[in-house]
């Protein structure tokens, strides 16, 4: 099928393929599996209910001998703690054994004022999500959760903030020491997206906002049903391109109304190709980019 020789030792470092409220179109296992059958060289587990370090070592445990490296994360979710430092510090060493634990700590993806705000959410529900102050002095505990990700050499993600929180973010990781820097950006101003990049960040983009998928509502984090913003190639062509050398691509994908992780993954990839990208800057946004973040 075209476009899966673009996926040939690539990382789709964001699948949904973990337990969730809605449908998953495969299971962790089949997704590893999958993977492996086209050729991939990693997986990047991603969970908005629960640290998703243990599934990764499970799933490397059982098919580490297909040659897919598969790791997880914290996505600091009430439901898996919070935005605390107690829930992040065990995070980094949850799985069997040495090599296991979290290669990211994540703010929160959907629990985040900028998201909340985004659905439309009740004001009880806005004061207990996560947001940066207009200050943009990041609140604590996040400076000492970025020293943490700084100290074991692991990836800080923004989550699902907005462009200026991100940025402010990303100061603070900076001075924290923080190496590896992820942001969410398909949705940030081109000017936001420089500046992440200039402070040493990491945009990604994802299959997800392109979807079918963003039509309906889905329940992200709790029972209530929400759209996602989508957009076009179109629109996310240039954000990419503000990006530059710092862009990684991913599938999001694993809810039940999209093909499965991998077909997702290719059909991103023949959109950049058809956006005008070439195959190497799509290999540098499928596979160097996410090897050098995420140190595989």
Same mark, same amino acid.
């Given at each position: 099928?075209?476009?899966?020789?673009?996926?040939?030792?690539?990382?789709?470092?964001?699948?949904?393929?973990?337990?969730?409220?809605?449908?998953?179109?495969?299971?962790?296992? *089949?997704?590893?599996?999958? +993977?492996?059958?086209?050729?991939? &060289?990693?997986?990047?587990?991603?969970?908005?209910?629960?640290?998703?370090?243990?599934?990764?070592?499970?799933?490397?445990?059982?098919?580490?001998?297909?040659?897919?490296?598969?790791?997880?994360?914290?996505?600091?979710?009430?439901?898996?703690?919070?935005?605390?430092?107690?829930?992040?510090?065990?995070?980094?060493?949850?799985?069997?054994?040495?090599?296991?634990?979290? &290669?990211?700590?994540?703010?929160?993806?959907?629990?985040?004022?900028?998201?909340?705000?985004?659905?439309?959410?009740?004001? +009880?529900?806005?004061?207990?999500?996560?947001?940066?102050?207009?200050?943009?002095?990041?609140?604590?505990?996040?400076?000492? #959760?970025?020293?943490?990700?700084? *100290?074991?050499?692991?990836?800080?993600?923004?989550?699902?903030?907005?462009?200026?929180?991100?940025? @402010?973010?990303? *100061?603070?990781?900076?001075?924290?020491?923080?190496?590896?820097?992820?942001?969410?950006?398909?949705?940030? +101003?081109? $000017?936001? #997206?420089? *500046?992440?990049? @200039?402070?040493?960040?990491?945009?990604?983009?994802?299959?997800?906002?392109?979807?079918?998928? %963003?039509?309906?509502?889905? %329940?992200?984090?709790?029972?209530?049903?929400?759209?996602?913003?989508?957009?076009?190639? $179109?629109?996310?062509?240039?954000? #990419?391109?503000?990006?530059?050398?710092? @862009?990684?691509?991913?599938? $999001?994908?694993?809810?039940?109304?999209?093909?499965?992780?991998?077909?997702?993954?290719?059909?991103?990839?023949?959109?950049?190709? @058809?956006?005008?990208?070439?195959?190497? $800057? #799509?290999?540098?946004?499928?596979?160097?980019?996410?090897?050098?973040?995420?140190?595989?």
């Amino acid at each position: 099928m075209y476009g899966m020789q673009l996926l040939k030792g690539a990382v789709d470092c964001h699948v949904h393929s973990c337990p969730h409220l809605n449908g998953r179109s495969v299971s962790v296992l *089949e997704s590893v599996r999958q +993977a492996a059958a086209a050729g991939m &060289r990693a997986v990047g587990l991603m969970d908005n209910f629960q640290n998703s370090s243990g599934y990764a070592a499970l799933a490397m445990a059982e098919l580490g001998q297909l040659g897919v490296a598969v790791f997880g994360g914290l996505i600091m979710q009430p439901t898996a703690g919070g935005v605390s430092y107690e829930a992040a510090r065990n995070a980094v060493d949850y799985g069997y054994g040495p090599g296991t634990g979290a &290669r990211f700590i994540s703010l929160p993806t959907h629990h985040t004022r900028a998201v909340a705000l985004a659905e439309g959410r009740s004001p +009880a529900f806005l004061e207990t999500t996560f947001s940066v102050p207009s200050s943009g002095k990041v609140p604590d505990p996040v400076p000492a #959760i970025m020293a943490l990700c700084a *100290e074991r050499d692991i990836v800080f993600d923004c989550g699902h903030v907005d462009g200026p929180e991100a940025v @402010a973010l990303a *100061e603070e990781a900076k001075r924290k020491g923080v190496t590896r820097l992820r942001t969410h950006a398909g949705a940030y +101003a081109e $000017d936001s #997206i420089r *500046e992440i990049v @200039a402070l040493g960040g990491y945009c990604e983009f994802s299959f997800f906002q392109l979807s079918h998928a %963003t039509q309906v509502g889905l %329940t992200h984090v709790d029972r209530e049903k929400h759209k996602a913003a989508g957009m076009t190639i $179109d629109d996310m062509a240039p954000r #990419i391109r503000a990006a530059g050398d710092r @862009a990684i691509v991913s599938g $999001d994908a694993g809810v039940f109304l999209l093909a499965p992780p991998v077909e997702s993954f290719r059909q991103f990839m023949v959109l950049l190709e @058809a956006a005008g990208f070439s195959e190497s $800057d #799509i290999r540098r946004m499928n596979t160097t980019n996410p090897v050098a973040l995420f140190g595989l």
